[in-house]
């Protein structure tokens, strides 16, 4: 299937809801976890593109299912569901996932989850963890200087942009 990405940013509320990652975001994915791997930490992508009813079925846990509660935002309010965020943990040698924040697995004097941190951000990323409220902290998002209600309303970022920050 052909990724949905249209090449107006301004196109409106009948413009398709993405089906994957945005290109550009995939590709500073791919080079998040080469430059972690290079810097002896392994990380997963624990979620990336998220589609609307993914997102209600997170946004449910701690609320109307059992678990607590990931996200307080629904369907089409999420970075995800428009392909421009990834979650990610750490890996240990075991093979096991943490999301320690505090693991030096390296052995440099650094959180192994900070300095993948620092990647991303070099990469463009935002992270969840710098926000004022709900703190997110596996989260890393590329807005494309887009926000929710822009997405919502049909805009999106171009394919051939690339991710200045």
Known sequence: MEPQFPDSINEKEQT???TMLHPVVQEKKEELIDRSSKQGISIVITDGYRSKEEQDKLYEKGRTSKGSVVTNVRGGGSYHNYGLAIDF???QKNGNIVWDMQRDGNHNGKADWM???SIAKDLGFEWGGD???FKDYPHLQMDFGLTIRELKNGNRPKV????EK
């Open 16 to 18: 398709p809801m993405p």
């Open 89 to 91: 943990a750490l890996k």
């Open 115 to 117: 300095e993948v941190v």
């Open 131 to 133: 926000w004022a409220s």
């Open 160 to 163: 051939n942009n690339l991710a």
